[in-house]
């Protein structure tokens, strides 16, 4: 049972457009959730936070769209650069229970 | 402020060994994570250490286990290696288990299973 879902595995955006990441989850005890960017052969760099109390957080140029009644979220990055292009997972958590990933939208951003 | 290391980077063994991984987090970060990325999945929880204690555990088999010292470093350890254990092994850190707590991923040690 995939409590985290990322339903398109790729995505591509030309440079300087919006690049719009989706993630739905399923369990409603989950109160956290993060943003990762991965490259080939490296480990997932932290991107963006939020939590359940928010609808909205915004750093630089990524921001996170929480709709808790949809149990949807959303990654906004604009405008899109070819530095980029990576694999986005988004994660969740509530309480003490692990970290839940799902399993990552390739972003190609096209120069 | 050094981020989180494991060592080694790659490591190839063959079916019947078995390995042991380090993880060392960040100063300060109590807490440890453990997950396996193989080719089209995502993350896969192994388990998770706060104070020398397994707080949680994936659904893995008992061939994997895991330990933390008292200094916040752990090691993973699979034993009797088979092929599908080929994967990326990731470790985490994070100050505690708190929902708030992110977690700040290691460079992950590619284990090749031959």
Redesign the interface.
């Known amino acids: 049972d995939q409590q985290?879902k990322q339903n398109s595995p790729s995505l591509s955006v030309q440079e300087g457009r919006i690049s719009i990441l989706n993630c739905d989850y399923t369990n409603s005890m989950f109160?956290?959730f993060?943003w990762?960017k991965k490259y080939p052969?490296?480990?997932?760099?932290?991107l963006i936070?939020i939590?359940s109390i928010k609808d909205k957080n915004e750093d630089g140029r990524f921001t996170v769209f929480l709709n808790k009644s949809a149990k949807h979220l959303s990654l906004h990055i604009v405008p899109s650069q070819p530095g980029d292009s990576a694999v986005y997972?988004c994660?969740a958590?509530?309480?003490?229970?692990?970290?839940?990933?799902?399993?990552?939208t390739r972003l190609s951003v096209i120069a | 402020k050094a981020g989180?290391t494991?060592t080694p980077r790659y490591l190839i063994k063959t079916r019947g060994q078995q390995v042991t991984l380090s993880c060392s987090p960040i100063s300060g970060h109590r807490s440890v994570?453990w997950?396996q990325q193989t080719p089209?999945?995502?993350?896969q929880?192994l388990f998770?250490y706060f104070s020398e204690t397994q707080?949680?555990k994936?659904n893995f088999p008992g061939r994997f286990s895991g330990r933390q010292f008292s200094n916040s470093r752990s090691e993973m350890n699979v034993s009797t290696l088979e092929l599908g254990d080929s994967a990326?092994y990731?470790c985490?850190s994070s100050l505690a288990?708190?929902?708030?707590d992110?977690?700040?991923?290691?460079?992950?040690t590619?284990l090749t299973v031959l």
Do not use: C, W
Not at chain 1, 41 to 46: I, L, R
Not at chain 1, 93 to 104: A, C, H, R, W, Y
Not at chain 2, 102 to 108: A, N, S, V
């Open positions: 985290v109160d956290y993060l990762y052969a490296e480990g997932p760099t932290f936070s939590s997972f994660a958590k509530g309480g003490n229970t692990p970290l839940v990933f799902g399993k990552g | 989180v494991q994570s997950y089209g999945q995502g993350l929880f998770e707080r949680n994936g990326l990731l985490a288990l708190g929902a708030g992110t977690q700040y991923f290691g460079p992950g590619r």
